[in-house]
């Protein structure tokens, strides 16, 4: 099974079945598709926005009229070609796409090729990798478009074998007769692809007749992946110069002058040019560029962050949270406020283009999660019209939100330009950390009210930089009609993303931007990621002010039987309120969002108040319906990882403009020391179709661990990362 993206353009044969062929369904689907928001069906008491329109459902809205132009190709050769407008950026996304073709098929699965299209502009908002949203909203189209290609290969073997074509059968990407004749699906291509009234109903299996959809499956590309077979941008066959840029010390900082006399002579040095963000230095090897990099004598203008560090920008976020509106009459409350540190995305793998400009056109390869408005800001960029740029998404080594945004593109390209011959521009782990995009830093102002042991009513305003939303899911949210609901993106965006799923009487939750010029972006969970964990450990909180245990006051105020299933589940599986030693202790955390629900029990380690250790995980998951099952275990292990990183070590400081961490060796994600010994995973019974999981675990997995450390410690943090390096 290969996952590479096609490198040149790639031609369309007859043998191939274009899913316009399918496009009857599409207006049909659509309208289906406004109906099962539920928004006529919603009609529970003071529901929040997101009750009744979530971000995932704004985004498949907004991908409706081009949701079913989706290509599998049946080659002569009986290989099952799978084309994904999305990112492989480690999620798994091509693995649970080729099952769910399979599936509909009757394909083997070694019989699978997932290939990663290129930027499509005429998909429109169709090809946006984020939130959540990759599997909640190609299950439907990828199983019929599926589907409808079985139906037209069965009509061709029937006319082939002259028999009636409901007599039929497939499996293992071959067509059957009664009597034992066969044919593959390859010898069947061309005819089928003439077949325009199919024999059989081209609909899709009802979900008791699946054998590969829930069927826990390895990934397909993981032995590429282990021995190194997976090909990413730096990996790629093209001729190109390996690039890096000198950038300023400071965020926001620009290039005042320069001297690369020294640099140019130096070996191996093949161009060195400027462009926005700096001085690009290409040559034979990367060691020879950066050496080259490091050679060339430069004076930085500082840029508008140069005033600022952690303390100023804490204060201006803590001045900018509204206050609370008076409480009820006879009424106690609990008030707390939290502290965010920013956040890098910090995937493995750092930001890699490879591009090729040439005087009417150019060529681009790169881990685009928004390719379409990328290859657009691209073609701007260097002065081409925008059908004169082609830009291959190539599989990339982790995002998180990171790759959503494309300036390692631009600048690739801009040096390509300049030079005059193909650039592999890659960005050092130093430029990622201080120059890329991060999760803002933010204050949180929470207050509940209760009176006689119930919650009347809950506050929470969150004060944090603005959220980037340039790559496209602004203009998506727009195009599905979302900002009618608040003046604003960041507005839109946290409304459609804010939930309580607990009985809390009157809840309001909101949003106020600090303007300040940082390059913020999408980071796991969005704004969930530190509001709903917030709202996770006010939860303990109040039952703490009102002498219940944790567990039983969830129990007790969720709203939901998804919820509640969960977290019970955790609560029996982790032997919630065992007896521990002191200065260990459980905690519990649940969140919902995606059309999902997830539950996390933490045992955590704070017998070395320095070192805190979660030593044990227990999760339970419920995405509706898991399409590989193993591939879902990974993703909630995986989250739990970062939510004890980020609640414990990790985050950025900022010290007059700049970040102070650039690598790993400072920017304190957990070591393989300091993760869990033992994560116990269930997945729950399938209640529907599936919603979205990779960015689902992240805000009840902090939360987990904060009210562990909270339990063992005696102390609830307020500020985190919690243990912060000097």
């Not at 926005?49 to 081009?66: E, G, I, K, M, Y």
């Not at 925008?386 to 998180?400: I, N, P, Q």
Request: with cysteine; charged share 15%; proline share 6%.
């Amino acid at each position: 099974m290969a996952t590479e993206a096609p490198t040149g353009a790639h031609a369309f044969s007859r043998r191939r079945f274009l899913t316009y062929v399918v496009a009857a369904p599409v207006l049909t689907m659509a309208v289906k598709a406004v109906d099962d928001l539920g928004w006529a069906s919603s009609a529970a008491a003071s529901p929040t926005p997101s009750d009744l329109v979530d971000l995932s459902d704004a985004l498949n809205l907004a991908a409706a009229p081009t949701a079913y132009l989706l290509i599998i190709e049946i080659t002569a050769a009986n290989r099952v070609v799978v084309h994904v407008p999305r990112a492989e950026v480690g999620q798994g996304i091509s693995t649970a796409m080729g099952m769910v073709a399979a599936e509909e098929l009757d394909a083997g699965l070694e019989t699978l090729d997932v290939v990663l299209d290129d930027a499509r502009p005429e998909l429109l908002w169709n090809q946006l990798t984020g939130g959540s949203n990759s599997v909640h909203s190609l299950y439907a189209p990828m199983r019929t478009v599926a589907a409808a290609a079985r139906a037209r290969l069965v009509t061709a073997a029937a006319q082939r074998f002259k028999v009636d074509a409901s007599t039929l059968t497939t499996r293992d990407t071959k067509v059957f007769t009664r009597d034992g004749r066969s044919a593959t699906y390859g010898s069947l291509s061309a005819a089928a692809a003439k077949v325009t009234v199919p024999a059989v109903s081209p609909a899709p299996k009802d979900p008791s007749q699946f054998s590969v959809i829930g069927t826990p499956t390895t990934r397909l590309d993981a032995r590429d992946i282990v021995t190194g077979a997976a090909k990413y941008a730096l990996d790629l066959p093209v001729a190109a110069a390996p690039t890096v840029v000198a950038r300023p010390p400071t965020i926001g900082g620009s290039v005042g002058s320069y001297d690369a006399t020294a640099a140019r002579v130096m070996p191996g040095v093949l161009g060195i040019a400027q462009i926005p963000s700096g001085i690009a230095v290409a040559a034979q090897t990367f060691d020879q560029a950066q050496a080259a990099r490091d050679a060339i004598r430069i004076t930085w203008n500082l840029g508008p962050n140069a005033a600022l560090s952690d303390a100023q920008i804490t204060a201006k976020l803590r001045a900018a949270a509204p206050p609370f509106v008076a409480p009820p009459l006879g009424s106690l409350s609990v008030t707390r406020e939290f502290d965010f540190a920013f956040a890098p995305h910090a995937p493995l793998e750092v930001h890699t283009c490879v591009a090729d400009v040439r005087a009417t056109s150019a060529e681009l390869w790169y881990g685009a999660k928004s390719p379409i408005v990328a290859s657009q800001a691209v073609a701007a960029a260097i002065g081409l019209p925008a059908d004169k740029v082609t830009l291959h998404v190539v599989r990339a080594g982790g995002s998180f939100g990171h790759r959503l945004f494309f300036e390692p593109a631009i600048e690739a390209a801009q040096i390509s330009k300049a030079l005059r011959r193909p650039v592999r521009l890659m960005w050092t782990r130093n430029d990622d950390m201080r120059h890329g995009r991060m999760r803002p830093a933010s204050h949180h102002k929470v207050r509940a009210t209760t009176l006689l042991g119930r919650v009347l009513t809950y506050e929470h305003r969150h004060a944090t930089l603005p959220v980037d939303f340039s790559h496209g899911l602004g203009e998506a949210l727009t195009a599905a009609g979302m900002n009618i609901l608040s003046p604003g993106v960041t507005q839109t965006v946290f409304a459609l993303t804010q939930n309580m799923p607990y009985d809390f009487g009157a809840v309001t939750q909101t949003l106020t931007d600090v303007p300040l010029a940082f390059p913020t972006g999408s980071w796991r969970s969005i704004y969930s990621g530190q509001a709903a964990m917030a709202n996770e450990v006010m939860v303990d909180e109040i039952a703490r002010s009102l002498h219940v245990d944790p567990l039983a006051f969830r129990r007790k105020t969720l709203m939901d039987a998804r919820s509640l299933a969960v977290m019970n589940q955790v609560a029996r599986i982790g032997q919630w309120g065992r007896s521990m030693a002191p200065g260990t202790a459980q905690g519990i955390a649940i969140h919902k969002e995606y059309k999902s629900v997830v539950a996390y029990l933490v045992e955590i380690d704070c017998r070395d108040v320095g070192a805190p250790r979660v030593m044990k995980g227990v999760c339970a998951v419920d995405v509706g319906r898991a399409v590989n099952p193993r591939g879902l275990e990974a993703q909630v292990q995986g989250v739990l990882t970062d939510g004890l990183s980020m609640t414990l070590y990790a985050g950025l400081h900022v010290d007059n403009g700049a970040v102070r961490e650039g690598s790993y060796s400072d920017y304190h994600f957990a070591r393989m020391n300091q993760s869990p010994l033992e994560i116990d995973v269930t997945v729950m019974p399938p209640t529907g179709d599936p919603g979205g999981a990779g960015e689902l675990g992240f805000p009840a997995a902090a939360a987990a661990v904060a009210n562990a450390y909270a339990r063992a410690t005696g102390s609830t943090p307020f500020s985190f990362p919690i243990v912060r390096s000097a």
